[in-house]
């Protein structure tokens, strides 16, 4: 398969006899990514599908109007972040859950999960993660496993390079502490 530069996957995508081509390969080079990123977030493997498949309908309808200010990889993880922490916050409402519960919930989820293949360590690494704010989260989860610079992390959640060095730390020694307990 042709690997198509970003550049001209959006150029295919203005056309309208190569839209749905194009969309297809955007789908395509992004879905794992995204899907990954997602299942970090929600944990529970039909859930990330069902954000996925909504980030990818949000994407498809606003693709028209993506302006390009930012990269394709930027938005298309905004929507899917955006997407993720809204399908956790609908979730904590529609049951009426204090955010402590939903956690409790997700590492339960963790735990029962039949596609979790971690050993001990990662199931324990998993829960201090689940233990920590959204927002810490989300910036741990970006820059340690997706390894994404601050810089884009900055683009993609639209915070400061500083606020989300500052994040990122205090995520790391919750989970240093979280992990010496036990």
Do not use: C
Request: hydrophobic content about 40%.
């Amino acid at each position: 398969m042709v690997a198509y530069s970003d550049n001209e996957l959006l150029s295919q995508f203005q056309k309208e006899e190569t839209r749905n081509f194009a969309f297809h390969l955007i789908v395509q080079k992004y879905q794992e990514k995204l899907y990954w990123h997602i299942r970090k977030l929600v944990i529970d493997h039909d859930d990330t599908n069902d954000v996925v498949q909504n980030t990818f309908v949000k994407a498809w309808s606003g693709l028209g109007n993506f302006r390009e200010e930012s990269q394709l990889f930027t938005w298309l993880y905004r929507i899917a972040t955006n997407e993720a922490l809204t399908f956790l916050k609908r979730k904590r409402t529609r049951f009426f859950l204090p955010l402590v519960d939903v956690e409790s919930q997700l590492v339960s989820s963790l735990e029962s999960d039949p596609y979790f293949n971690g050993d001990e360590a990662e199931l324990k690494l998993q829960k201090a993660i689940l233990s920590l704010p959204e927002k810490q989260r989300v910036v741990f989860n970006m820059r340690y496993f997706e390894e994404l610079s601050y810089e884009e992390i900055s683009a993609v959640l639209g915070t400061s390079v500083g606020a989300l060095k500052a994040s990122y730390h205090l995520a790391a020694k919750k989970i240093e502490k979280f992990l010496e307990s036990d």
